[in-house]
């Protein structure tokens, strides 16, 4: 089927069989492998991506499923270099251990300071509480999602 | 050459490779991609014990995409993967005996890896079926029957009087119990994942997800009847394994590999995540019987303990795990007499392996839940009572190791007391208990060791190495024969490097492992990474030192005696003509001198009796202490760890905000073994939690809200600036300080792990 869609903010037009995973799309289809896959069930959060903002899990979506929508993946965010605050975050406090939840851990993050740019820790749990790490304790995590929010908050960002 | 002060170790370091993870750019072996990749699907056998009678794998091969089924006649080499036992055929044979679900029978390589899972379903395999052994009691009562059966693996310690008659004669006071812990999985969260490729000078290289490159260099050279040399591993970055790489991908290695072979393309396997928990490794279920003797008021006397553990169809790495679980049996405690057996059982389910902690947690519930009936009889404070049993230098260990030096045991133990504020916390949570009917907190502790290494049954593959490259622009390659998998290794290797060359961490890159660059380095477990890994990279660095002041000697004519080395710059003793590194190593280019070194560690030999289980089992230990508070809801057995008090002592931490990462996901990972990780097997042998919707890890929101963590500096003088290991003891204390506190709240002894619903409903039903 024809495909039309945002990604990364460029506009996308292509064919893709019906049954195809928004997942594999993604990844093997336009190369973007900050989408991981840790269960191919909705349940660990590694293939999150934004669906117009939203925090989704990709592998339970069809590519079918994104037609017309602005899809972000982690590849938008940052660069060598010029981190976004998230990112830079999470590496000053030591919230990436293996890394591999780390890309939808981040968008979470994001789609969360997103709506609520001061989220208590409560708020913080719960916009991640569909993100498994398996290295971290979650402990750093927390943390960075705090330091994030200072550092978007003393450089007068928008996010 | 004078000494500097440090600079990079014990400081804040962000880890060398966070910002490729953030970026979401690391390239782990799924996001690895080669032209003219083709993918591979495993046929196993689907039942779980029996006689294979026949294969027919005619419709397989006319499956839509396929391009080639092999089968054990296609395996150019020796069809066994079973290392130290050869109990492992690679893929099973007519005749062969089936030991458990996951045995394999065919590789299907397609086009496409939905090509080749379909045409897999479609190999008939003909099995003469038997009714599987699937529990450990079975075992168990066929060793007792005394008959002619022979459990797989024996362990023992004997120390002092082991006479089970005699062993407890002079003892005040005798106590026993039994506990079980089940198995647990590893659940990293990218599953396993190999690449093979046969090309380039006709050597096999191999990228994929795991800790032990070297394993799989032998492992695949075997099956491919190669010698060594043309097998190159190349490890990807890999997303957590915990032990679960440990052994394990060698046996995804091989089957990629051999579709190389045989078709000379880039062949691809990554495992879904059923596949995953199904076929791979987990923690051994032991089950244990502790008899325990006191005399002086609460000193341990003597410590009987036998032990049965599941090791599941294959021996694996069964022997050594259980080596491990019977040096730790009695506990991190002095006793004069010791007396233990672990023995290992085959069953037909999955293989047991390695997995953090490797062998011990299983056993610290039993020596520590007694510990604290010892405590509780004696009407004694159980932090006080592990206080005077407690290991320190100049005492023996349970093994009869006398400890020279780095013995932290007791002062982690006054650290939990001090950061928990003892006696207050325990007047705290009796008040909660007062005003609460339903609710109940109950405080647990766990002291514990954990011998740094492989120790005296390892010591064999006990060495490792460090490549150290110096570029003419002062840049610094390191190559190391431990990986990184998430811990840190990447980090503390380049922090060493850079605090013995003082240059800053932006000029060390150290490479993902290839085991083209460095002999057999062992294995990345036991916590040895930073130890072994790191002093080799030390002595490789102080090789270049010497070459590079040599250079500077000649160069400005300053004698060998008088060349200082401060902040990264050559001088003569009066801080004259100075020249950076990076200018010397530019000149060194000009003059032909090479500045690369090896360096090569291996630790003395330990003085081991087999035979009777005796000795220096391992080359240092490192210790922890641990007090949890947990909440229990009587009326449905729910259990919320609140808060967390801990103390390590890792020697010296290189890493502080590593060390402490790694106490953190330890903890979490121990807590979800203790409370919420069931994996269940049916009767047919299969694992049925096979994905995160069955198989539940902690999320977020289990982590407890108090989480304080001290860290004890005890130096073990052959460590890199005094180091031993955290990678495991961050997990070993957990199970059996929360199984602990569990028990303190409903008044109760809990012995058995994970703690299911329905066994702490019946024990809080159950009349004292
Ligand atoms: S892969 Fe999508 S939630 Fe796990
Ligand atoms: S850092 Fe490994 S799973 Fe989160």
Redesign the interface.
């Known amino acids: 089927m024809e495909l039309h869609l945002f990604v990364n903010g460029k506009e996308v037009t292509t064919s893709v069989p019906e049954n195809r995973r928004a997942l594999d799309f993604l990844r093997k289809d336009l190369g973007l492998?900050?989408v991981?896959?840790?269960?191919?069930?909705g349940?660990?959060g590694?293939c999150t991506i934004l669906l117009d903002g939203k925090a989704v899990c990709s592998c339970l979506l069809f590519a079918s499923d994104l037609a017309g929508r602005r899809v972000l993946?982690?590849?938008s965010?940052?660069?060598?270099g010029h981190?976004h605050p998230i990112?830079?975050a999470?590496?000053?406090t030591?919230a990436?251990?293996?890394?591999?939840?780390?890309?939808g851990m981040?968008l979470s993050v994001k789609s969360l300071l997103d709506e609520n740019p001061s989220p208590d820790?409560e708020a913080?749990?719960k916009a991640?509480?569909g993100?498994?790490?398996?290295?971290?304790?979650?402990?750093?995590?927390?943390e960075a999602v705090k330091r994030a929010v200072a550092i978007i908050k003393s450089q007068g960002l928008m996010i | 050459m004078e000494k500097n002060p440090l600079t990079l170790i014990g400081t804040q370091l962000?880890?060398s490779?966070?910002?490729?993870?953030?970026?979401?750019?690391?390239?782990?072996v799924?996001?690895l991609h080669f032209s003219d990749t083709v993918y591979l699907a495993i046929r196993t056998a689907e039942v779980a014990s029996g006689a294979l009678r026949s294969i027919d794998i005619s419709k397989a091969r006319g499956s839509h995409g396929v391009l080639a089924v092999l089968t054990h006649a296609d395996i150019p080499g020796e069809n066994q993967m079973g290392s130290p036992v050869p109990d492992y055929p690679i893929l099973l044979k007519p005749g062969d005996e089936i030991r458990y679900v996951g045995d394999y029978v065919a590789f299907v390589v397609a086009h496409t890896r939905e090509q080749a899972l379909r045409a897999a379903e479609k190999v008939t395999v003909m099995v003469a079926e038997k009714k599987p052994v699937l529990s450990l009691n079975e075992r168990i009562r066929e060793l007792q029957k005394g008959g002619d059966y022979v459990p797989a693996v024996h362990q023992k310690i004997r120390k002092g009087d082991s006479d089970p008659k005699t062993m407890f004669d002079s003892c005040d006071y005798v106590f026993e119990g039994d506990f079980f812990a089940d198995y647990q999985e590893?659940?990293?969260?990218?599953?396993q994942g190999m690449i093979a490729l046969y090309d380039q000078d006709n050597v096999m290289t191999i990228y994929g997800s795991m800790q032990c490159p070297y394993y799989v260099q032998n492992g695949v050279a075997r099956a491919l009847g190669f010698p060594i040399n043309r097998i190159r591993i190349i490890q990807s970055?890999?997303?957590?394994?915990?032990g679960g790489k440990e052994e394990v991908p060698t046996y995804f290695a091989i089957p990629a590999a051999l579709a190389a072979y045989h078709l000379h393309r880039p062949v691809k396997l990554v495992l879904?995540?059923e596949e995953d928990i199904q076929w791979t490794s987990k923690r051994h279920p032991i089950k244990s019987r502790y008899k325990v003797g006191i005399a002086d008021y609460g000193r341990l006397r003597s410590i009987q303990v036998e032990a049965h553990a599941d090791i599941g169809g294959h021996s694996t790495l069964s022997p050594t795990v259980l080596w491990r679980s019977s040096v730790h049996a009695a506990g991190a405690y002095e006793i004069p007499n010791v007396r233990v057996d672990v023995y290992g059982h085959y069953t037909n389910k999955v293989p047991s392996g390695a997995y953090r902690g490797f062998g011990s947690p299983q056993v610290f519930i039993g020596i520590e839940g007694i510990i604290d009936d010892v405590a509780d009889h004696l009407k004694k404070d159980r932090l006080y009572l592990r206080k005077i049993n407690a290991l320190e230098k100049g005492k023996t260990t349970p093994t009869g190791h006398l400890l020279p030096e780095s013995v932290g045991a007791k002062k982690t133990l006054e650290e939990v007391e001090r950061l928990s504020d003892w006696e207050r916390l325990k007047e705290r949570v009796a008040q909660f208990n007062r005003e609460h009917k339903h609710l109940k907190r109950g405080v647990g502790i766990a002291h514990i060791h954990y011998g740094v290494a492989l120790g005296a049954m390892g010591h064999a593959l006990d060495a490792s190495g460090a490549f150290v490259n110096v570029l003419p622009d002062g840049s610094i390659s390191v190559h190391i024969g431990g990986t990184e998998?998430?811990?840190?290794a990447k980090t503390v290797i380049g922090a060493i490097v850079g605090e013995v060359l003082q240059q800053p961490m932006e000029k060390i890159h150290v490479y993902q492992t290839d085991t083209f660059f460095l002999p057999d380095s062992g294995p990345t477990v036991a916590s040895r990474t930073t130890v072994f890994s790191g002093n080799a990279a030390v002595l490789a660095c102080q090789e270049l030192l010497k070459t590079l002041t040599a250079l500077y000697s000649t160069e400005m004519a300053v004698p060998p005696q008088s060349v200082r080395y401060t902040g990264g710059v050559f001088s003569n003793t009066e801080g004259q003509k100075p020249v950076g590194f990076g200018e010397l190593a530019g000149i060194a280019l000009k003059k032909n001198i090479g500045l690369c070194a090896t360096g090569w560690f291996q630790t003395p030999r330990l003085t081991w009796d087999p035979e009777n289980g005796f000795g220096e089992a391992y080359v240092t230990y490192s210790f922890a202490s641990q007090i949890v508070v947990v909440e229990v809801d009587c009326l449905t057995a729910e259990v919320v760890v609140k808060e967390v008090y801990t103390a390590h002592d890792v020697g010296k931490a290189l890493n502080p905000?590593?060390v402490?990462?790694q106490i953190?996901?330890?903890?979490?990972?121990g807590m979800g073994y203790a409370l919420y990780e069931n994996l269940k097997v049916n009767e047919k042998g299969k694992i049925v939690s096979d994905?995160?919707?069955t198989l539940t890890?902690?999320?977020?929101?289990e982590?407890p809200?108090i989480?304080k963590v001290s860290i004890v500096e005890e130096p073990f003088s052959k460590g890199p600036f005094g180091a031993k290991g955290i990678g495991e003891p961050s997990l070993i204390p957990t199970p059996a300080a929360i199984a602990n506190a569990v028990s303190d709240a409903i008044g109760k002894r809990v012995r058995e792990i994970p703690i299911r619903k329905e066994y702490l409903l019946d024990l809080i039903r159950t009349a004292p």
Not at chain 1, 36 to 41: A, D, Q
């Open positions: 492998k900050s991981k896959e840790g269960c191919g069930e349940e660990c590694a993946t982690l590849e965010l940052g660069k060598e981190l990112q830079q999470f590496a000053e030591g990436v251990q293996c890394g591999f939840c780390t890309p981040i820790d913080i749990k991640l509480e993100n498994l790490c398996r290295c971290t304790g979650y402990v750093k995590i927390i | 962000v880890r490779d966070a910002s490729e993870k953030v970026l979401g750019a690391a390239k782990y799924d996001d590893h659940a990293y969260l990218e599953t970055v890999t997303g957590g394994a915990f879904s995540r998998m998430g811990q840190g905000d590593g402490i990462g953190h996901g330890g903890f979490v990972q994905n995160f919707n890890i902690p999320t977020i929101h982590t809200e989480f």
